[in-house]
């Protein structure tokens, strides 16, 4: 159904990233016409945007929807020890039941938080990923997760998995494509590195990895390949356009050249390295001034503990600023091309700004809430002040998901007590 929205204000995240008091012509799942006092003759639904704030539907890089099972679970502890000894053991007894009850939730906090995409790794239940976001009716590029190491799992089995769950999902479900993730050079050997980037390649999928995310794991590659991980990376042809990594804290002047060089993606993940005390820090600017799209995730909820993509910008911002003593290094404008239409590009889709022809996945804010007044300037405004419950409804696809304040697709409450219930059962197996 066609859809115009009179009088609101704009926050395009076109090129010049234009601010307009407007109207918003939805045919479809597509914008078709920005402009003033636009017909509403013969639209299905004209709606008054008087007092609205509407910004693009943010992107979120890098997260691992279902991990929201693990929030507040294994708390206090480092990268490696947090892994190790919480969250692997509890992922080994997952069912796809918990995948599927966990990617609900964590879809309508992703909703309800203003990000309409996002860019999941993870290894397992990839099919009831699917069918949770299209059930509350977000997109997501989903990568199906491979590693070897340190099970004992084989290189064969690994991509004789994949294969087959490309096959299984590809072209299924409408807002959701599927991605190859390799999780990361500590846990995939170079013959997996090598076959999953050479089928993502052969088959015109994402490739998505962990990189740099830790010392631990660059001081134990360089022992044992005498490279730091972009170089070896880059040394087996994994980093291309192609490529999304994601955390890159530990890196060279010459590791950012090679992502830059090679227009690779980066995503910055602020609130989890610093909530799992990883030290470094990505460098976004010098990435970008490298060449590389800088784009932003939250991580999985069990690492941060929120999804929320406007939070994580205010942290992007605050620790950038912090890293080189300099209020202008990392604009507000930056975090905003991050969070949206850099996003956007790193995964290839049509989508991350307002503008004619671009999908339609747009979100409402209402503006008179106390938390943004006085409004100077609607981009800090809302990066700063920002929080959930200002944001009234979300568009994706041209279709409302958060509608008045309300989930529109399936019953939010019976979502959020079936997940607590498979979560404390996974915990206590
Ligand atoms: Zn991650």
């Not at 080994?92 to 860019?119: H, P």
Request: aromatic share 6%; glycine share 10%.
């Amino acid at each position: 159904m066609d859809i115009l929205i009179r009088g609101a204000r704009i926050i395009t995240q076109n090129a010049n990233q234009e601010i307009l008091e407007g109207d918003v012509l939805i045919e479809g799942n597509k914008i078709a016409r920005i402009g003033k006092g636009l017909s509403g003759e013969g639209v299905g639904e004209v709606l008054e945007g008087k007092g609205k704030i509407i910004f693009p539907g943010l992107v979120n890089a890098h997260t691992h929807g279902a991990m929201g099972l693990l929030r507040g679970y294994g708390e206090g502890l480092p990268l490696h020890r947090w892994l190790e000894e919480k969250i692997w053991p509890a992922e080994k007894n997952l069912t796809t039941e918990d995948v599927y009850w966990g990617t609900v939730m964590g879809a309508i906090e992703m909703v309800r938080s203003g990000t309409t995409c996002f860019n999941e790794m993870y290894m397992f239940g990839i099919r009831h990923m699917a069918d949770a976001v299209s059930e509350v009716g977000m997109r997501a590029v989903l990568g199906k997760g491979v590693y070897d190491k340190p099970d004992s799992r084989s290189v064969e089995s690994e991509m004789k998995e994949l294969r087959e769950k490309v096959k299984e999902i590809k072209g299924k479900y409408p807002r959701v494509q599927i991605g190859v993730a390799a999780h990361s050079v500590y846990a995939c050997s170079e013959e997996l590195l090598r076959e999953a980037k050479g089928f993502a390649n052969q088959a015109g999928l994402l490739f998505h990895m962990h990189v740099s995310e830790t010392r631990g794991e660059v001081f134990d590659l360089l022992r044992e390949k005498n490279m730091r991980p972009v170089e070896y990376l880059d040394s087996i042809g994994l980093v291309d356009a192609g490529s999304v990594l994601a955390h890159m804290g530990w890196v060279t002047k010459r590791e950012i050249s090679i992502a830059g060089k090679n227009k690779a993606s980066v995503v910055h993940c602020p609130v989890s390295n610093m909530k799992l005390a990883t030290g470094g820090i990505c460098p976004v600017s010098e990435f970008e001034d490298a060449g590389a799209n800088i784009a932003l995730g939250t991580d999985g909820a069990a690492s941060n503990n929120s999804l929320d993509m406007v939070e994580s910008m205010k942290y992007a911002l605050l620790l950038q600023t912090h890293k080189y003593w300099d209020a202008e290094r990392y604009p507000v404008e930056k975090a905003w091309d991050a969070a949206t239409i850099n996003g956007a590009n790193a995964l290839g889709l049509n989508a991350g700004s307002i503008e004619e022809g671009k999908l339609a996945d747009l979100v409402f804010v209402d503006g008179k809430s106390v938390n943004l007044a006085p409004l100077h300037n609607d981009l800090r405004s809302i990066v700063y002040s920002l929080n959930p419950g200002n944001i009234t409804d979300v568009m994706v696809d041209g279709e409302f998901v958060l509608r008045n304040g309300e989930i529109v697709l399936l019953d939010e409450q019976e979502a959020i007590e079936n997940a607590t219930e498979v979560a404390h059962d996974l915990v206590g197996r």
